[in-house]
Every structure is written in C-alpha cells, then in structure tokens.
C-alpha cells in the first residue's frame, strides 16, 4: 500500500459516520441550545438575579452531569475521555454567565455557538461530503459552511432576544439587530475557525472560549457596557 493510500485510509477511519449514536450525538449536541427561548417566555431582572443565576447553573450542571453519566451512548468508536468534551460545553457558557450577570446574552450567544454552531459542521460534514480542509483533512468545507450558515442567525437572534424580548432589558434600551448580528457573527465566526484547527485540544473547550473572547470584544466595541 502507498504512502498516500495508507493517510487517506488513516483520515477515512477517523472521520465519524452517520448512524444511530451519531444522531443521538447531535442531538444531546444541538438540543441544550433551545434554553435561551425558553426564557423569552419568563421576565426577568436584568442583570439576571442571583435566583435565576443559580437556576441556570443547575440546568446547565444537569444537562452535562447526564450526558457525562450516559456518554456511552454517544461515544465514537475510541473515545476514551469524555470529561474534556462535557466540560468544555457547559464551563464555557457558565463562566460567562456568572462572569456577566448583567449581560446574559453573552453567555447564551455563547450556547448558541456551541449547540448550533458547532452542532451543525459535525451534522452538515457528516451528510454532504465533499472537499477536505487544506489545513485540516478531518474537517471538510460543508462542515465549516454549516457552522457559519446555521450558527451565525443563530448566535445572533438568542443574543437579540435576550435584549429585546426581555421587558426589563428592553426597558433599559435593548440592542438594535444590527449589533446582534454583528455580536452573533463574530462569535460564530471565531467558533467556526478554532473548530478547524488541527490541534488535539477538545472541539467544545476551543469553540467555546473563541466564542466567548469574540463576542465579548465585538459587545465592546458595538453596544459597550453602559
């Protein structure tokens, strides 16, 4: 076997296949990113109190506890450790949003990201194929297309809601869309490409922390913290 058959070989058994625990995979992935919908149906203080802080908290602590106690289900042929991908996860959207309790939408854009964003390369990789990374044969262009095409309006309208459909916030001035897009994209942005770098680092520790670094110098820069 050449040199060549044998790497493309390599890269083809390290690229996941879709199948019923690679749905399920998505899923667990994707499902956690509808939190921040959720609250649009409940007023709430801005900066969010300490009760809802500690909510949140329990929630996000809950949803990684069972996927950390029911990895299996979702584990990859070789998965070994999980604690890294289930940390990343939830400590980066915990860490925003204790460290910004007056702006919960970082926090959640930061959700956004991860659930939809990231959420989506796997899934859009996965079905469509096709043309491989130049800097990065195990990712492939649709991946890094659906991460930009899904997680960006994502990322943008949870960050937009927050703000307006918050009566409190909204009270306060709300966000124009415009600076919600800019936010959101930039995140999204930074997330798509720390998600394509061929390091050994976790996908979910990389993504979020590009998220959140990106959408707190785009809030900066946009909106500030008047």
Known sequence: MSTNTAVDASRKRQRPEWNATEFRRRLWHMLPGLLPFLLWAFPHRDPISPTLRWILVGVVVALALHVWLRYRLIARPGDREQSGAVLGYAGSVLVMLLAFPAHAELGLTVLA????????????????????????????WAGLVSFLAV?????????????????EALAAGGVPFWAALICGGSATLAGA??????????????????????????????????
């Open 113 to 140: 990201v991860l659930a939809f964003g990231d959420g989506s390369a796997t899934l859009g990789g996965l079905l469509c194929g096709g043309a491989r990374l130049p800097w990065n044969p195990r990712k492939s």
């Open 151 to 167: 997680g960006m309006p994502a990322a943008s309208v949870i960050y937009w809601g927050e703000t307006y459909f918050n009566p």
């Open 193 to 226: 490409i720390a998600e394509t770098l061929p390091v050994r680092l976790n996908d979910n520790v990389r993504v979020g922390a590009a998220a959140a670094l990106a959408v707190v110098a785009a809030h900066s820069l946009t909106v500030g913290w008047n």
